[in-house]
Nanobody, 117 residues
Framework: QGQLVESGGGLVQPGGSLRLSCEASERIASYDVMSWYRQAPGKQREFVAY???????NYAESVKGRFTISKDDAKNAIYLQMDSLKSEDTAVYYCKANIHITRFELWGQGTQVSVSS
């Protein structure tokens, strides 16, 4: 079934940047969509961004223009470049992979992002 491992989280000041990585143990080309979600303390997990076959991307309104999702099939990894970070971006960020036809879904363990001065 594979495994997803996120990394790159940490503490950053408002206005700063971080780049998250999600490395897959399987070929990411086998997945229809790979996504980033986040969960802030006391809140439900929410969608952040996804990248589908053909490099099609989509973003939550709250991160549009600040976050960029990308992937590298050769490295079996996806990334989330986060710029102009705000305190409300503080959350645990999770990577997810989906295969639609089989309803397969795989989550990573998450990486903490904290935005604070």
């Amino acid at each position: 079934q594979g495994q997803l491992v996120e990394s790159g989280g940490g503490l950053v000041q408002p206005g700063g940047s971080l780049r998250l990585s999600c490395e897959a143990s399987e070929r990411i080309a086998s997945y229809d969509v790979m996504s980033w979600y986040r969960q802030a303390p006391g809140k439900q997990r929410e969608f952040v961004a996804y990248i589908a076959r053909g490099q099609f991307t989509n973003y939550a309104e709250s991160v549009k223009g600040r976050f960029t999702i990308s992937k590298d099939d050769a490295k079996n990894a996806i990334y989330l470049q986060m710029d102009s970070l705000k305190s409300e971006d503080t959350a645990v960020y999770y990577c997810k992979a989906n295969i639609h036809i089989t309803r397969f879904e795989l989550w990573g363990q998450g990486t903490q992002v904290s935005v604070s001065s």
